[in-house]
């Protein structure tokens, strides 16, 4: 039974935007991924993958799909249209987290075991490089003219700058305890870098990789050590960025021109990464221990409605 | 005020009432609103006892709930805005026990007997008491929600729509709850009896503050004593309908609990068979 004014509400609703389009998210514990259709919010597909998918990303034009399988330890490539494994690329020991190059060309790769990061050429699917990096890399940026890439190493504490050209680190600059994320923002003359145990994040002017803001989080009725900053993703316009809180359960609100935090919205359990729908009209969060993932209105900063996936949802990634 | 200083039924309808009836309605109508209006500390009274509960009380339980998402909830939510259709049912339950509490206060003062001898089917007459009680429980109930609006827990804004039938039905449920207790209740003195075998059972043995989740973690007899509780339902019709969707066995079991309740208040207050007869 429902009251007739509740028919107006999806009137309403498709009148104000199309976020059709597709959210994957990685299960970790499952060994799969879910495809949560963006309209009717629901999983539509669920397709298997290597052994603890966690990265996820597309190439430019979304003709493929590039999963981090850590405990396959390979990088897996799929035709989404077919959900069909087309090959994997050789990766290095447990990949967790990597960056795909502007130019589709190359897949700079986060090592956590072996302390280093390593370039693959997704044509010819061979190791064109590896960089040795602090231990335990994970956190994978490169900046939008492709001259930089970043690595944060989550045990050395730092944010590592490696020339793409030359494949070198340039700069190492120390952050808060525990890097897990980089994002390169304003056209690529910041760098914002989340700690999960410090619970902060550091923002660089990238010109002279100095220390610019450091960003810091309190959310009234929880402990701050829950608070542990992790995923991290900007609006079209670059002046929003939604940070993930882990055991928080919330995710930050945070204005990019002030860099203050504006609002804290309360998702699932140990929230992780994020996504937005193609329209950037709603946010995806992946929540890791409560195995849901929570939609965020991105106008009124509301939460509407959390969505099973399976176990350990981690990373997550948008398909128009 | 009582009713027999009310003006004539033709000087009061102007002639456009003819139904003796309906002028019964509107005058018991006008006499809650006058003595609602009157009485202002009761209307503080009805907010501030919800708004402790809200402002104190689920402050520190902010983060106790959002491990389960139950219907009609599609996202986890705050322990504030979980207790707020529960504070309602709150509001409800003490306007119809003071309702109650009010109808024994006019047999007192012989009011009552006056009201009863009038014209007209006495079931009649206890409805249009009823309906009276129960529309000031609804302007209380959004006055309390506006509140809460106010403070940040907000709800759709049809909901707030769908919310009122949900409202009256409930006040009226817990009305006639009311006026079975007031025919049973013959002094005012007996009246605290009501708080401590009705009101708090009632309030706490519900889904008002916690999930039949949560109370079937406690112990699966105490969640289904929870379930039994005509008020559990009540608020659950409240809590759907502030999200408008409906839930039909809270609707039925609301429903029936005023049908019963109704039918032995009107039995409670026949002279012929009631517990009045007995009493005087």
Redesign the interface.
Known sequence: ???P??L??PLLAATASDPSGEIWVTNEKDDTISVIDTAKLEVVRTIKTGERPRGITFNSDHSRVYICASDSDTVQVMDPATGEILHDLPSGEDPEQFILAPDDKHLWIANEDDAVTTVVDVDTRQVVGQINVGIEPEGMAISPDGKIVITTSETTNMAHWIDTEKKTIFANTLVDSRPRHAEFAKGGTELWVSSEIGGTITIFDVATQTEKVKIRFEI???NADLIQPVGFEFTADGKTAFVALGPA?HVAVINGETFAVEKYV????RVWHLAFSPDHTQLFTTNGV?GDV??IDVATLE????IRVGRFPWGAATRP | MTVEAFPSIEEETGGFLHSHSLVALRAILHREALRFIGQRGRLVAALVRPLVWLFVFAAGFRAALGLAITPPYQTYITYEIYIVPGLVGMILLFNGMQSSLSLVYDREMGSMRLLLTAPLPRWWLLFCRLLAGSLMAVVQAYAFLAIAALYGIRFPWFGYLAAAPAILTAAMMLGALGLLLSSFIRRLENFAGVMNFVIFPMFFLSSALYPLWKMAEASPHLRDLCALNPFTHAVELIRFALYAKGNLTALAVTLAAFVIFGLVAIWGYDPARGLTARKA
Do not use: Q, Y
């Open positions: 039974m429902s009251f004014l509740l107006l509400a009234a009725g929880v359960n309360l998702v699932g359990r409560s929570t939609v939460p509407l409605k959390s």
